[in-house]
């Protein structure tokens, strides 16, 4: 819970004098030469900090490295902490740890370009840039550190970006002089190191604080915690360490600031923030062991049910042994390094993309249209968050990759000096397998996630139906039935002798094939005058039912599974019929709200078209691997919505029904070409 404190207290008085001394020619020879080399190498350096968070990213991880240093040398009986300072006021970050501190040696050559004395194994930074980048990206650094048995050390570093820019040669080089004040907060501590960054001048990034509109300790914390090392990633049963946390933030033009406390430092995990989440291994838990009781598995517990999210968590290991739901498709170079890098991971998918906007909006009440929690893949190493997230890459059912969030831990990748990605055959790895993990977790999204509560306009759907209600009607009061012996003598081919060229084609084309029986068990009631859909039909099968069941003589048929224990004729709702060439102007007319996917049950047309692409996913029944799933005689495809994968409308494509009959093994390859995931 936040609280207030009062911002008398937060600064002492001037520290000892010192020397100045240059950061960068400490211990160097030739004074011109050595500071243009060095400025050559800082400015490289800065090239590749390109991110808002890289400030805070720096601070954090420095305090973080330092305070988990002297827990190993100290145990259980050292209580680490970290005061995080933010005054939005004087546009300064302020960092303090009673960490392991700096020496005197190291505190003059700390801020060197390169130079550096973490180990890179069990710290989270070791490339010696960190330190550089935060003098001389800036231009107003105060560092203070002690140590026990050492007086206390502070300096202060002005115009390092200034003169790094510096082109006329006009900016002296910046040198160390002494500060003349620190936090008080520093005071009282035994060891450890303060880092102050106050924004000024020009090309420095962030330029202020107010960017993203945060103004409290609670937006702060959230923040930090998504875009740098407080945001701990720690998976499949690793513990966070015990380092407590302060942050403190000065609102514009106040004199108080707001305050929280973070136990250990941990990531913002969705699960954990946007409601009522459901864990999908204990779901698949519950299903495996009510398969072995030999229970109804369609009957779902109502504690899996209606969940904003689906979330877990998963080893590399268990994912090479088969024992995660995720079994993307890897080659032996990719195996190879899944042991290698240390893979854990985390993903999480919403019911929609309402999640991220309500957090943003109306919890954290950012700046709207920033987004600090959404879809995508969010790389990591060395326990902490790397750069931004990067598009999940899918060829299908695109729409899912803004649901869901996922986190790659890799225990052993080097990213790059400014942490923004990782080298590129192991980003590739992480893609490859976040897009497997976005195609199993949308098997389970319409059984587990609370559906949308989007609808058709009340009058669209009441138009309809009464146009519905209208030909049923008419139906009654004036009948079409002709029959006769002898009067029907199929020919064993259709009078059409070409290719549609439009869709009064299609449709010409669709009712021969009724009415030669090619296509059995629809029955049409209108070809409508209704000004948003073509017709209305149902689907109506009499027994005997052997001529729908699937033959070699009937490919077009269905499993006779179908059929067992039924007796009585089949008969549907009367249900919307949509006649077109292709479907391209089918997508483009639900694209622009002129019709409905889910008011339509079946959609005809000569070919599939492109545009149902990142719309929708489609189900091959021509693909032979794929026919037991044809419920109706006929049908081709099934077409579901790519966000949300629910079910939309079945599919006639007479193009692809005429090439199956006529070479089934062909057209199923083709089918199976065309429309199986990839994702994998």
């Avoid at 050559?40 to 350096?45: A, D, K, P």
């Avoid at 040198?175 to 008080?184: F, G, L, Q, Y």
């Avoid at 002798?497 to 009415?515: G, H, W």
Wanted: net charge negative; glycine share 8%.
């Amino acid at each position: 819970m936040a609280s207030k404190y009062d911002e008398s207290d937060a600064v002492a008085g001037p520290s000892s004098v010192m020397k100045e001394w240059d950061p960068l020619l400490e211990g160097e020879g030739d004074p011109d030469i050595v500071a243009r080399a060095k400025k050559r190498e800082i400015q490289n350096i800065l090239k590749s900090y390109t991110g808002y968070y890289d400030l805070f990213a720096e601070l954090i991880q420095n305090a973080l490295d330092a305070v988990e240093k002297r827990m190993k040398a100290e145990g259980d009986k050292f209580a680490p902490r970290i005061v995080v300072k933010i005054d939005l006021n004087a546009e300064s970050v302020t960092v303090i740890d009673n960490g392991c501190g700096m020496n005197q040696s190291e505190f003059r050559t700390f801020l060197r370009p390169n130079f550096s004395f973490k180990d890179g194994v069990s710290t989270r930074g070791s490339k010696g840039v960190g330190a550089t980048y935060l003098a001389y990206g800036f231009n107003h650094l105060v560092v203070a550190t002690k140590q026990p048995g050492n007086s206390p050390q502070s300096g202060l570093l002005l115009n390092g970006r200034r003169w790094l820019d510096d082109t006329a040669q006009i900016v002296n080089r910046p040198k160390v002089t002494a500060a003349s004040e620190v936090d008080k907060a520093f005071n009282g501590i035994d060891c450890g190191t303060l880092m102050t960054v106050t924004l000024s001048g020009d090309n420095i990034r962030p330029r202020n604080l107010g960017y993203y509109g945060a103004t409290t300790a609670e937006q702060w914390m959230a923040i930090l915690r998504v875009h740098t090392a407080l945001g701990g990633i720690y998976l499949c049963g690793e513990k966070a360490s015990g380092v407590r946390v302060r942050l403190e933030v000065i609102a514009k033009d106040e004199h108080v600031a707001s305050f929280v406390e973070l136990e250990r430092p941990e990531y913002l995990y969705p699960h954990l923030v946007l409601g009522k989440s459901v864990d999908l291994r204990e779901y698949l838990k519950d299903q495996e062991d009510r398969a072995k009781k030999h229970q109804d598995l369609s009957k779902i517990p109502a504690k899996f049910t209606k969940q904003n999210g689906i979330w877990g968590e998963w080893t590399g290991e268990q994912i090479l042994a088969g024992e995660s739901p995720i079994k993307p498709r890897l080659d032996e170079v990719d195996k190879e390094a899944l042991k290698e890098l240390g893979l854990r991971m985390y993903v999480y998918m919403g019911f929609s993309t309402d999640l991220w906007d309500d957090y943003n909006d109306k919890v954290l009440k950012l700046r709207k249209g920033s987004r600090l929690l959404r879809g995508g893949l969010q790389q990591a190493t060395r326990h902490m968050p790397q750069g931004h997230t990067i598009t999940i890459p899918l060829t299908e059912s695109i729409g899912f990759q803004t649901l869901t969030h996922v986190v790659v831990h890799f225990e052993k990748a080097e990213p790059d000096l400014g942490r923004k990605g990782f080298q590129p055959e192991h980003t590739k790895l992480a893609e490859r397998i976040s897009s497997s993990s976005v195609t199993t977790f949308k098997k389970y999204y319409a059984q587990l996630l609370r559906g949308k509560t989007g609808a058709p306009a009340l009058m669209k759907a009441m138009q309809l139906a009464t146009w519905i209600d209208q030909q049923r009607e008419y139906e009654k009061r004036h009948p079409l039935v002709i029959t006769g012996k002898g009067l029907f003598a199929p020919t064993e081919e259709l009078p059409i002798r070409s290719q549609p060229l439009r869709e009064q084609d299609v449709v010409a084309l669709f009712n021969q094939m009724l009415s030669s029986g090619l296509i059995r068990g629809i029955q049409l009631l209108s070809s409508s005058q209704y000004n948003q859909y073509d017709g209305l039909f149902r689907l109506h099968m009499e027994p005997p039912f052997d001529k729908y069941i699937r033959s070699d003589e009937n490919p077009l048929g269905v499993d006779a599974e179908m059929f067992v224990g039924v007796t009585d004729p089949i008969e549907s709702p009367v249900q919307v019929l949509e006649y077109k060439f292709d479907l391209d102007s089918l997508i483009e007319e639900f694209t622009i709200g002129e019709k409905n996917p889910d008011e339509i049950a079946l959609a005809v047309a000569w070919e599939m078209g492109e545009k149902w692409k990142g719309n929708f996913t489609v189900l091959s029944y021509l693909d032979d691997e794929n026919v037991h799933h044809r419920q109706f005689h006929g049908y081709t495809h099934s077409f579901s919505h790519a966000v949300g994968g629910n079910a939309a409308f079945q599919v006639i494509i007479l193009k692809d029904l005429i090439n199956y009959c006529l070479d089934s093994k062909a057209e199923s390859d083709r089918q199976r070409a065309s429309y199986s995931s990839d994702t994998e």
